[in-house]
């Protein structure tokens, strides 16, 4: 791991000592001069199969090019770790992550620089298990994984001075794996949230910044520039030489343009608070879906449902109910409901579900053997969608009771009865455990 983050930072400043000396030839026409390099630092949270996560220390390089005053292109590189918080504590992802982002300016530059941006870029990660109950599969551990990643975010860029800029950040990151928390479950990707922050430099200073003649234009209007200043000239010689030099510069403002700017900056704070809420409020919905991220069979289509068995508003809610308890390994409760569930809709289209949640209850409880009785139940349904899960479960819990030869069987099954099952990897991966 620490050869990995050696062999990124030479990287990234063998990438600034390339570009350094380009830029030097241009220092004496600052406006020539497109490229920003920066560091920032913060949290990462992940959003995965793990229903309590924490936030993780990262930091990364970035370089920003600007094409024009409302769009530019960034790219990043750094370092972080993703876990489920100090008091759970059961495992913890290094993530090495790189990036290439559309920044779309939301105002011409200023003092305060608002954007969003969309992007894509790739993550390299190690997962760890630092307790031995944890979510992921041992089959994972020390083993570098490679994904791709689709961002979007926003932030602002306060500067504070024409070359100097304090950069804040939020975005979330869509991974097209499911690997970052070390268990592949369910049908959604992981992903994580970040929240970055950090210095960039512009080689030379940015356009819209050179704002000292704006202030000596302001200042001689209000009588307080120096005596030395004034001695050269009358006050309109000197009024009309500042509005010279401003329409020969980059700027380009008249007064009238600059009371419009002046408007302008007070309608952008305004913008920045309602996308900050914005962003909040995104935060909440990330955070509310996450929690209702449960195996809800959503792929049971309303034909399936014919002669009376669709879903009843009771069921619908109890079964999501036990769903919710089961992740929350609240297990004794979620197989009470779903016992229940079964008394009361014995004929229910998800009936057989309702009893392999059952075995999943009892195997999490560690009572193995009312889990290989609950399991061999769903073979009972004959319509049933659960016996190559079913089949699966049978083996782990006589591999967790020692009895190899019976769990080998179960393994094998579910690759010789069940060719186009999605565990037939797991299959494979315990039956080369025994």
């Given at each position: ?310 879903l009843s508003g009771d069921f619908a809610y109890n079964y999501e109910e036990a769903l919710r308890a089961f992740y929350a390994r609240d297990y004794r409760r979620a197989a009470s409901i779903f016992s229940n569930l079964l008394t ?91």
């Open positions: 791991m620490k050869r990995s983050i050696i062999v990124v930072t030479l990287a990234v400043l063998l990438i600034f000592t390339a570009i350094a000396p380009a830029q030097e030839t241009t220092t004496a026409q600052p406006k020539n001069s497109r490229i920003g390099l920066g560091f920032n630092i913060g949290l990462q949270k992940p959003y995965c199969d793990v229903l309590h996560t924490g936030a993780g220390l990262a930091g990364e390089f970035m370089m920003r090019y600007l094409l024009s005053n409302y769009f530019d292109i960034s790219l990043g590189l750094g370092y972080g770790t993703l876990n489920d918080g100090f008091s759970y504590n059961t495992f913890v992802t290094d993530l090495i992550a790189g990036d290439i982002k559309a920044n779309i300016h939301l105002s011409k530059p200023g003092n305060t620089n608002p954007y969003i941006f969309v992007g894509a870029g790739f993550t390299n990660s190690s997962y760890t298990r630092n307790k031995w109950w944890a979510i992921g599969s041992p089959d994972f551990e020390d083993k570098r994984v490679t994904l791709g990643s689709f961002i979007y975010g926003g932030g602002v860029e306060f500067m504070l001075t024409p070359q100097v800029a304090l950069n804040t950040f939020m975005d979330y990151r869509f991974s097209t794996g499911d690997a970052l928390d070390g268990a592949e479950l369910g049908k959604y990707k992981d992903g994580y949230l970040n929240a970055r922050a950090g210095i960039t430099y512009y080689l030379s200073p940015r356009a819209g910044k050179a704002k000292s003649d704006r202030d000596d234009l302001l200042a001689l209007q209000q009588g307080q520039l120096s005596g030395a200043e004034q001695s050269g000239g009358t006050g309109m010689d000197m009024f009309e030489a500042k509005l010279d030099k401003m329409e020969a510069g980059d700027a380009e403002l008249s007064m009238e343009q600059y009371v419009r700017l002046k408007s302008r900056v007070d309608e952008l704070n305004q913008l920045i608070s309602i996308k900050e809420t914005e962003l909040d409020e995104l935060r909440a919905t990330l955070d509310f879906k996450n929690q209702r991220i449960t195996d809800l069979e959503s792929t049971l289509q309303s034909a399936d449902f014919a002669g009376g068995s669709g009361q809709y014995p004929s229910h289209a998800l009936a057989s579900n309702c009893q392999y949640w059952i075995g999943e209850c009892m195997f999490g409880l560690k009572d193995y053997e009312q889990a290989s009785a609950a399991f061999q139940a769903v073979f009972n349904f004959e319509n049933t969608t659960k016996k190559d899960d079913a089949t699966l479960m049978l083996g782990r819990c006589f591999y967790a009771l020692n009895d190899r030869s019976n769990a080998r069987e179960y393994f094998q099954s579910v690759i010789d009865k069940y060719p186009g099952s999605e565990y037939i990897e797991k299959a494979r991966q315990w039956l080369r455990r025994l």
